[in-house]
């Protein structure tokens, strides 16, 4: 028997997948073949980068050896913040699991180089949902406003595009920082790419040369050649359980850039006076560095999980962010799926493909800070890892699913085809478009 019926006999007989959901499925990857070596491309070009980095900083098997205490000269430790800060092309890094998850290193890069008096400025809208209480957007304890920071915010347009002219008018004498998001996160405006974001932060610095611009950088690390760095931004921030840490880091966040904001951060994380001198790494720097050897290509399978997903469910009739023929600039793909029924049947499908509490139905809950009930798939090996295959969304009109990661291509592409098969299974797809 040839390989390809093999594979199609494992869909079929282990999986439980019915053939034309198969058949289907297979169809639309044929067609991607372009798009796949593309991404391909941009894989080999990253792992180069990373590999580079790893050789001249001299990474030896003394760099994963655990510290404790205090972690006074830990070799792994500085030696891995030298390698992101030249992977990123910064002047420095704090990479550190002490710093929690992506939410907390944009809190500390943010509440480190801003003081009272400072405003802070989004020129690209509301910025993810955590960050308001950061912010003070929402009121919280310790959040930015109770600081004496003030905040304002410029939305794009409806197209997606800057207000050039609002951003101007809100840059002033107080601005001392600006936040830019990379992804679009769970909106619905477009993911801006590291050509975009060079763009407004020329813009910016022409206005005011010595404001910070910050990208928080989550879900868009390798997804192109370039980071942001390169397109002048003074600092990027994002988590270790997102691309960078390549499924392998089981906690953690970054933040790379310039030497004096990378100083300050280090000074907020651990002690005025300490900066990045302490910090205990534990013996989990095998799994930082290992997981950054692999990022640029789990990256990659994400990617085409992705696209595979925006092909397949636009040519079922869906509305899907982005559409099956655009660019790539982060590893979010949203489907609209319009109704309640689809969006579990959706997410029990992932959860069925997933390698961990694979057993186990998802139910829609009333998560805190949520104004609907939400659904939520992840059967991952690091807790709610989303560069893991995993899908969630609210329970409310226009019923979109959000999907992302894959820790291998060929993963992603399993939760895919489940998901279409609980679909199809309870008749919620249009048959005669496959
Ligand atoms: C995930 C994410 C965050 C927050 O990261 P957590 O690890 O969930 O705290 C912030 N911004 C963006 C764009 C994200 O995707």
């Known amino acids: 028997m040839r390989i390809d019926d093999k594979i199609k006999q494992q869909y079929l007989l282990n999986m439980g997948i019915d053939e034309q959901v198969y058949t289907f499925a297979r169809t639309v990857e044929t067609e991607l073949k372009q798009r796949f070596e593309e991404i391909d491309a941009i894989a080999e070009y990253n792992q180069l980068k990373v590999t580079a980095a790893l050789q001249k900083n001299r990474v030896s098997a003394e760099c994963f050896q655990a510290s404790s205490g205090y972690g006074y000269n830990d070799l792994g430790r500085d030696t891995l913040e030298q390698v992101y800060a030249d992977v990123f092309r910064a002047e420095d890094a704090l990479v550190r699991p002490q710093i929690t998850c992506g939410t907390h290193a944009l809190a500390l890069a943010l509440m480190s180089n801003l003081r009272p008096g400072d405003e802070l400025l989004s ?8 960050l308001e209480e950061v912010i003070g957007i929402r009121p919280s304890k310790g959040s930015l406003a109770e600081y004496g920071v003030t905040y304002r915010q410029v939305d794009l347009f409806e197209d997606g595009s800057f207000d050039f002219e609002k951003i101007k008018k809100a840059i002033c004498e107080k601005t001392k920082l600006v936040t830019i998001q990379r992804s679009k996160g769970y909106q619905t405006r477009p993911t801006l790419s590291v050509e975009r974001i060079e763009e407004l932060i020329t813009f910016i610095k022409g206005i005011k040369p010595d404001v910070i611009c910050m990208v928080d950088n989550c879900y868009g690390e390798f997804v192109e050649e370039r980071e942001p760095v390169e397109a002048g931004a003074d600092m990027v921030v994002g988590s270790l359980i997102k691309n960078p840490g390549g499924g392998l880091a089981p906690v953690g966040g970054y933040i790379a850039g310039k030497r004096k904001c990378v100083e300050n951060a280090a000074y907020r994380l651990t002690s005025p006076g300490l900066g990045k001198e302490v910090g205990a790494s534990l013996g989990i720097m095998q799994s930082f560095y290992q997981g950054l050897f692999l990022a640029p ?23 899907v962010i982005p559409n099956a023929e655009e660019k790539r600039h982060d590893i979010i793909q949203a489907v609209t799926l319009g109704t309640p029924e689809r969006l579990i049947a959706f997410c029990e499908g992932i959860q069925r493909a997933a390698p961990v509490d694979s057993y186990v139905t998802p139910e829609p809950w009333d998560m805190p800070g949520y104004d609907a009930k939400v659904i939520m798939a992840a059967g991952a ?24 990661g894959g820790l291998t291509w060929y993963h992603a592409k399993l ?20």
Do not use: C
């Not at 020129?123 to 955590?130: I, S």
């Not at 290509?297 to 509305?319: R, S």
């Open 123 to 130: 020129p690209v809208g509301k910025p993810y949902d955590t």
């Open 297 to 319: 290509t789990v990256t990659a399978g994400a990617l085409k999980g992705a696209i595979f997903a925006a092909n397949i469910y636009e040519k079922l009739g869906f509305d």
């Open 381 to 404: 090996f690091v807790q709610g890892s989303s560069i893991e295959l995993s899908a969630d969304g609210p329970l409310k009109p226009p019923y979109a699913v959000y999907f992302q």
């Open 415 to 434: 939760g895919i085809i489940w998901s279409l098969q609980k679909l199809y299974e309870r008749d919620l797809v249009d048959k005669t478009r496959m």
